[in-house]
């Protein structure tokens, strides 16, 4: 992948306190794939307009971050259609059998101190995106250690798979007998890949026509204003490095694509995040609250 360094970014979060005295704040970010085969981040397979509803259904690299009082607890994710395929760092509790549905952390978040200063984390080789993981870790949170005082990382990573059938439930669009997933936004970004993408903001409700290439496709976002559009989406809730971190992650996803193929990307709403995973970080200091902010995007291949 390509390695994408972006410019430092002002903080869309501003603190209602310096260091949010009685408060954790979860941020989350993930991709959902819709696709009708197979497990890779391919997207439909060629021929294909959107995606078969029978098909396998991604969360990739949904990415934890925490912010505000150091504290000390239990970190849980539960996928609620399907099963967890990864979990970074090695999970305290669950993620165990052929198709785990749980995974839990005990975890310390400390104040984060220079990269100078911590252990380099031992990833294994065959984590999925091993090669983001800078992008993530380059984001001002708290670091985490168990509580043994053994250093872990700046983030918790885990990714999730709803097997055939599962995702019928996720109230899929039919439009002139043409079926999408996951389109529950009526606005998105089309790109068309290649090494330079065209990118451009998209209305997908009414869904757009297959093969319309309209001259205004050539009218491409800038960097900042895609940022600003995930920004949006979010609500202003995550931070300004997250958002970042996002699109450093999938930007190579869409220039290493074979040139000419048209994605759209979209806002997925709470309660469709809520029925994919559902996360729970439980203090061990009763009197802390807790705080969370997730976004989701989906990314369906139209050509």
């Not at 031992?122 to 993530?136: G, I, K, L, Q, Y």
């Not at 990714?159 to 529950?184: C, K, S, W, Y």
């Not at 997908?204 to 290439?213: F, Y």
Request: hydrophobic share 40%; glycine share 8%; net charge negative.
């Amino acid at each position: 992948m390509l390695p994408l360094l972006f410019p430092l970014l002002a903080d869309t979060v501003i603190a209602p306190y310096p260091h949010d005295y009685g408060q954790v704040r979860v941020h989350e970010w993930g991709v959902v794939t819709f696709t009708s085969a197979g497990t890779e981040i391919t997207g439909a397979p060629g021929g294909l307009y959107g995606h078969d509803p029978f098909g396998l259904l991604l969360v990739d690299a949904p990415v934890v971050w925490f912010h505000g009082e150091p504290f000390g607890g239990t970190f849980t994710v539960r996928a609620e259609m399907g099963f967890i395929t990864t979990a970074y760092p090695k999970p305290s509790e669950g993620f165990s059998g052929p198709t785990p549905v749980t995974a839990s952390w005990r975890i310390v978040g400390r104040m984060p101190q220079p990269f100078t200063e911590v252990p380099r984390p031992s990833v294994p080789e065959n984590t999925p995106f091993r090669w983001a993981m800078d992008f993530w870790r380059d984001v001002p949170c708290l670091d985490l250690y168990t509580q043994e005082e053994v250093y872990l990382d700046r983030f918790l990573y885990y990714e999730t798979a709803i097997p055939d059938g599962l995702h019928a439930r996720m109230n899929t669009v039919v439009e002139n007998g043409r079926q999408l997933a996951g389109f529950f936004s009526p606005d998105g970004i089309r790109i068309v890949t290649g090494p330079e993408p065209l990118i451009r903001p998209d209305r997908i409700v009414p869904l757009p026509l297959v093969g319309s290439r309209s001259t205004a496709i050539r009218t491409t976002m800038h960097r900042q204003e895609i940022l600003d559009r995930l920004c949006d989406w979010a609500g202003g809730n995550l931070k300004s490095h997250e958002i970042a971190a996002l699109w450093n992650t999938w930007e190579p996803f869409f220039t290493e694509r074979p040139p000419g193929e048209i994605w759209l990307l979209f806002p997925l709403p709470p309660e469709t995040v809520e029925g994919i995973s559902s996360i729970h970080l439980q203090p061990d200091d009763p009197h802390l609250s807790v705080e969370y902010h997730r976004l989701f995007l989906g990314l369906v291949r139209l050509e």
